[in-house]
């Protein structure tokens, strides 16, 4: 099928479907093509392609603890090279999950919660393939109210600071056991 031209060159292009759910196993497979031109001269290239259809594992070791304001989850890592990111499912019983989000390299994920009612939590494995293993048994955890006061680290300038400007910049930094709202 013609593509189009740029200069005394001529492009052109093809498209082939190959369904790899009629008979093809997972595993590695080399295809080859050639491209013909008028004179019979031929140009050929290969490309290696990988079937995978297997699921990952479920991840082993699912843990969850709350603090104030969030849930951590952590687990093992499922140990194989094609897993590339993690799904994070809560919901409100063990039988109703839903997509939170995804995790990239990492075994760990931290929650943020609006409430302190407990939540249900899975964990599934994803493949470079796109494959989604099965998820975790859900685990329950509850974030906690947040007691500590924010403590207030840096307030600049200092005390007593002399200016004869119109405007007067302050800066400000503090810390807190979960997040501060606003200074």
Known sequence: EYYYSSGEREYYKKSYLWDTTDGFADGDYLIRVKA???????????RSYIIDNTLPPAPDNVAAAGSA??????????????????????????????????????????IEM????????????????????????????????????????ILSPSDDRRT???????????QDNYKIKEF
């Open 164 to 174: 004869n400007s119109n405007t007067v910049y302050f800066s400000l930094s503090g």
């Open 114 to 153: 609006d409430t302190t009612e407990a939540r249900f939590f899975g964990v599934s494995a994803v493949d470079r393939a796109g494959n989604e293993g099965p998820q975790c048994e859900p685990i329950s955890a509850s974030a906690v109210n947040d007691t500590q006061a924010p403590v207030m680290t």
């Open 69 to 110: 304001g969030t849930v951590t989850l952590s687990w093992d890592p499922v140990l194989s090279d094609a897993v590339v990111t993690y799904q994070i499912y809560m919901g409100t019983s063990a039988e109703n999950l839903t997509y939170y989000k995804t995790v990239y390299s990492a075994v760990t994920a931290v």
């Open 36 to 46: 013909f031109d008028l004179t019979g001269k031929e140009a050929a290239d290969q």
